[in-house]
């Protein structure tokens, strides 16, 4: 009975040694696993800041861009509102000088058949009695 408390106490103390060179060697592979990453990161971080720098870039550019289309887009509106200005005010002078000599032109057509219509046509001369015009005429 005396070997066997032993053995066993062998049996432990061997495991307690693997178990103790086992959680050495997980921390040596997760040292070199961290060391690894923190590479990774790094060469990451250099490899994306000059797209992200690009991308900035992009952007800038893109805002100048649209506030350059904006400003075209404005310009362009003015010059639409000022050429509509222009052609309403000039439809409107030639209107105007149009209007004038066609009323005139419309009241000595219309003056012109009715004078014509009168000739054509004379108003009928009501009848007068004669004894009005020989008592004028009686002295």
Do not use: Y
């Not at 990453?37 to 805002?63: M, W, Y």
Request: proline share 6%; charged share 20%.
């Amino acid at each position: 009975m005396s070997d066997s408390p032993s053995t066993w106490l062998g049996v432990i103390a061997v495991a307690t040694l693997l178990i103790a060179v086992v959680q050495i060697g997980v921390l040596i592979v997760a040292g070199v696993l961290a060391r690894r990453v923190a590479r990774l990161s790094r060469d990451l971080d250099q490899q994306v800041k000059p797209f992200f720098g690009h991308l900035e870039t992009i952007g800038r550019e893109a805002s100048r861009a649209a506030a350059l289309a904006t400003v075209q887009v404005e310009r362009a509106d003015r010059l639409f509102a000022d050429v509509t200005g222009r052609v309403e005010q000039g439809l409107d002078t030639v209107q105007s000088a149009m209007q004038l000599p066609a009323r005139e032109g419309a009241a000595l057509f219309s003056a012109f058949r009715a004078a014509f219509a009168a000739f054509r046509n004379p108003p009928p001369r009501p009848a007068r009695p004669r004894g009005d015009d020989e008592d004028a005429l009686f002295i």
